[in-house]
């Protein structure tokens, strides 16, 4: 990359997200100096157990504790801290979290988020709950890197939380509909069969379906209602995604009737986003965490690549939900950055012979959205104000 990319890439490094937050981006190392990865419960090289400690953000190397079924961190500064495994180490899911020892549960913070979950009995679903739990892992780190509110509709707020169902359709039974309703995400665990869920992409005409995808989509709809709905962002939403009080079911009917609206691309993140606010927020939601965990990567890794050079149209800070924020010109560098990264990583996917790794394209409305997400996550209040919403919107149309 150029050094102008280096040095947004420098910038962002672990403070982007929060102030003072430190990031560590998704490289990490057991102690005898191998590279291993998220979702390992053990290094490859030298057989030490592995674990992921949710609050720390880190897969660490373990060491046995002082009684059974205990363990503490290899190179932790805090020796007296100690862990165990979550229940489900063994189970299906091979979960390699961590709980420390004073929390009441067995499991870890993201399987405590299960509501009901397909027979592991089945050789199939055992497949899919695999896969499945892999990429809700790793939505879960994300969230609870950035602080955002993760607590089980089961058993730790029934009002407010958020929970899953991994369901598999029964023969003769009605098929089940991946969705949110009220705090309540359901996937359908057979999108986890990367033959199944590439054929449903083909019929949608859809450039990308992931399971990390549709966790990010759906978890975007349960934000919206903990972050958005009544409070001082609900009218700056209006202005710019949309008044999300339009006949939802229509909006959905016309769309498979009728198809998106022929600018779609110019206004929108994907067609679906077209539908409805609601998807609209939802799909934009996807995608910030999209950027954001796959730059979060870059970074971690080191990918700067100072050899490469690449001229892309740049955004400005004009182009952004609110420009005079004091944190929009490193917004912007992120973007900007991700519009490079992007760029050359499709290329290198071209060169296998592989689909792009981004298939999308990022209009100016876009990046509106996306900035105005940004500051919702933030919690900056003062920039939702309606002065702003409606400079926002004249900027839109303009």
Request: a positive charge; glycine letters at 6%.
């Amino acid at each position: 990359m150029s050094s102008s990319i280096e040095a947004s890439l420098r910038q962002l490094s672990g403070s982007w997200w929060l102030p003072g937050h430190e990031r560590h981006g998704r490289a990490y190392n057991c102690q005898c100096g191998r590279a291993v990865s998220f979702r390992y419960g053990k290094c490859p090289a030298c057989g030490a157990p592995l674990g992921y400690d949710p609050l720390l953000g880190e897969v660490r190397t373990l060491v046995p504790g002082p009684t059974a079924d205990t363990w503490r961190l290899a190179d932790s500064t805090s020796p007296s801290r100690l862990y165990r495994r979550c229940a489900n180490v063994e189970s299906p899911a091979r979960c390699n979290w961590l709980v420390p020892p004073e929390d009441p549960s067995t499991i870890c913070i993201s399987c405590r988020l299960n509501r009901t979950v397909a027979d592991p009995a089945d050789s199939d679903n055992r497949r899919y709950l695999w896969a499945i739990e892999k990429a809700k892992r790793r939505l879960v780190s994300q969230l609870l890197a950035v602080g955002l509110p993760v607590k089980s509709k089961v058993g730790e707020d029934p009002e407010h939380g958020v929970a899953f169902d991994l369901l598999r359709s029964l023969p003769g039974g009605p098929t089940v509909m991946t969705g949110h309703a009220s705090g309540l995400i359901t996937l359908n665990v057979e999108e986890a069969d990367d033959a199944k869920r590439e054929k449903i992409r083909q019929d949608l005409h859809e450039p990308y379906r992931t399971l990390v995808g549709h966790f990010r989509h759906e978890i975007g709809h349960y934000y919206w209602d903990r972050l958005v709905v009544g409070t001082v962002w609900h009218e700056p939403f209006r202005a710019l995604f949309g008044d999300e009080r339009a006949d939802y079911a229509a909006a959905l009917r016309a769309n498979y009737e009728k198809g998106p609206p022929a600018d779609w691309q110019s206004r929108f993140i994907s067609s679906y986003a077209s539908t409805h606010p609601w998807e609209d927020w939802a799909e934009s939601w996807a995608h910030y965490l999209h950027m954001a965990d796959s730059l979060d990567t870059a970074i971690g890794f080191g990918f700067t690549g100072r050899r490469i050079r690449i001229e892309v149209d740049r955004f400005a800070l004009a182009d952004l939900y609110a420009p005079r924020h004091p944190g929009a010109r490193r917004f912007l560098s992120l973007v900007n950055s991700w519009i490079r990264l992007t760029t050359v990583v499709n290329e290198l996917s071209r060169s296998m012979g592989h689909a792009d790794f981004y298939p999308f394209r990022m209009p100016r409305p876009v990046l509106r959205k996306l900035h105005f997400i940004h500051l919702v996550v933030r919690g900056q209040e003062a920039y939702a104000s309606p002065p702003v919403a409606k400079a926002r919107r004249r900027s839109a149309s303009s």
